[in-house]
Structures are given as C-alpha cells and as structure tokens.
C-alpha cells in the first residue's frame, strides 16, 4: 500500500521539477561545442604568419575537442575574401577566420563593395598572435642598411612592392618612408608570395614583407634585410637591427595582430567557449616555441581585449589611410 508523501514534500518536490523545467533551456543554450567539424579560414596562402598561426591552433584545438579541426586558405583581397566568407557563416561557431588586424582597421576605409562590413559582420574573439615585417630589396639596388636605402630614394626614384593596398606591409612601408622623410613608388601586388617574387626578380627595388616569407632568400642572399618594423628584433634575423633603431626613432614600430573572430550573432556561450581555448592553447609553452621560431609572437587575449586593441588600431591607422588616400574595389 502506497502512503501518500507529505505535503511539504510533494511540494518541494514540484517546486524542484519546476526549476529543472526552466533550466533546460539554458542549458540547451550552452550546450558543448564543437558539436562537428570547425573550420578555420584563412585570408593568405601557405607559409605566412596567419596560415602558421592557423594550423597551430587548429592541430591543438582538434585535440582538445575530438573534432576535426580544418585550415582553409582563401587568399584575395587584402584577405577580405576569407573574412567575407566567415561574416556571411552559420554564426554557431563552427567557422572562424583568423586575419591580419587591417581586415577591421584599414580594409573598411579602403575596400568599396566588398558585401560586408569586418567591423559589425565579425565578432573578435582573441588576438592570438603577433608579427612583423621585414625591409627587404634586391641586391642588384646596391643597398646594404636602411641610411643608404634612404640616401639612394634621395637621389632618384625607387619601387617597393607589397601583396596590395592597405595590407601589414604597405602600412609598414608607409611608415617608413614617412619617417625616413623619403619618397618610393608604392606597387602593389595581388598577395605577399607575388610581391615576393616581385622583388627577386628586380621588378621592384624593395618591400616590407612577412619575415617567414622571406627569411630563406635572405639567408640564400637573394634579398637584402635592411630592418624589422617591430620594436624589438626578429629571433629569425637577431643582426638585423630594427626600424627604430636604424632611424634613430626610438617610437617607430609597425606590429600587426592576427585576430580570430566568429561571424556576429554567434551565441555568448559558444563566443565564450572559443575565447577560453583560444586562450588556454596560445599559452601552451609548446606552441608558443614553435611560433617564435616562424617570427610570431604568441599571445591569446580575451575578447574583451581583443575588441580594446582593435579600436586602438583603428584609430592608429586611420589618418595613415586618409593621408595615402587609399581606395580599392
């Protein structure tokens, strides 16, 4: 024979179904991600700072989540194709874009009709990495530091190459030669690997590229190193001094971040599962070794950081743009 429960209990009892009821969908909201494959899209080919960046964070996120984790290149555009595919994604943080920060600080003010907007379409999530740039020219120019670069630029007209307008590299160079108080013919090229070549062959005096793109032509001495446009000096190139210190201009120094974002509207919770390993995996000792050794500074920040240096960029480099009166379809 069955007692009927007190009625305190019964009514502890509901009340707790209660509360179960009104918890799941809550928890439904914050349910484990990945739940399938993710997709990391890259703006640049094979080789650069984004695609290193990329595939470190990929191999050690696929590990944490037993789900496969994919690197997609989609170079284009001064890597606005990559971005325009990430903003227009299913925003359940099953695709993110890794990019250079000028695809939210420069691109905007640059690029017409592109389809989307990095500043409202994306949602920054970490500034994983770091990097720089690095002062290279043909050795046929005949120029061995950055005081006779300048002195040459002086005397007559000189070409330096980047992968296209508004890029880490045209921004470096920019700065360069406003600071060097010089004039060059800025050519751009449809990417980095081009702007490359660009140089080997003499078609352009110099350029401001990655330093993982060229650091092997410059230990073959196919190019020149003149300078690195960060602070401090590359651990690939330690005797190649900085642009601050070539030029005596202790502030000089053109840094660029690599940012991972979500397309916007991706839910809190999962924004908040990404930036935690995010986080977690660029401060793993291993990882960060191995990106010092391709010149990338490791650093993972929060979102809340990342979204505080953006704005800070933006307002660093907008009068640059509006000074060179870059314009691009």
């Known amino acids: 024979m069955r007692h009927p429960l007190p009625s305190r209990l019964s009514a502890a009892l509901a009340a707790a179904a209660a509360v179960a009821t009104l918890a799941a969908p809550a928890l439904a909201q914050t349910a484990a991600w990945p739940t399938k494959p993710v997709k990391v899209l890259v703006g640049s080919p094979p080789g650069g700072p984004s695609d290193l960046t990329a595939r470190s964070f990929a191999e050690q996120l696929g590990k944490r989540t037993s789900q496969p984790v994919v690197v997609e ?5 001064g890597n606005n194709l990559a971005a325009g595919l990430a903003a227009k994604a299913e925003p359940d943080g099953h695709t993110l ?43 046929a120019t005949g120029v061995g530091t950055v005081a006779e670069l300048a002195g040459k630029a002086k005397a007559g007209p000189l070409t330096y190459a980047s992968g296209g307008p ?32 660009g140089v080997l062959a003499g078609e352009v005096n110099c350029g401001f590229l990655a330093t993982p793109t060229v650091i ?10 003149l300078a690195v446009s960060s602070a401090t000096p ?9 642009l601050a210190k070539a030029l005596n201009q202790p502030e000089l120094d053109a840094s660029f971040r690599l940012v991972l974002q979500t397309p916007s509207g991706t839910p809190p919770a999962v924004v908040a599962e990404i930036e935690r390993a ?5 401060k793993d000792p291993q990882v960060r070794a191995r990106l010092q050794q391709s010149d990338v500074v490791a650093q ?4 809340s950081e990342a979204q505080k240096v953006m704005k800070a960029e933006m307002a660093r480099w907008a009068p640059v743009v509006n000074r060179l009166g870059l314009k691009s379809d």
């Open 73 to 77: 290149n989609r170079p284009g555009a």
């Open 97 to 139: 874009v890794l990019s250079p920060d000028t695809v939210l600080t420069v691109n905007p003010l640059v690029y017409r009709n592109t389809g989307f907007d990095a500043r409202t379409d994306l949602t920054s999530v970490s500034v994983l990495a770091s990097f720089t740039q690095m002062l290279v020219c043909n050795p």
């Open 166 to 197: 508004g890029v880490p590299g045209h921004l470096a160079a920019e700065m360069f030669v406003q600071a060097a108080g010089i004039r060059m013919q800025h050519v751009p090229y449809r990417g980095p690997a081009p702007a490359t070549l």
């Open 216 to 225: 092997q032509h410059v230990k073959a001495d196919k190019l020149k190193a």
């Open 234 to 242: 590359s651990p690939l190139a330690p005797d190649v001094p900085t």
């Open 278 to 282: 995010a986080m977690e995996i660029m």
């Open 300 to 303: 993972g920040s929060s979102a």
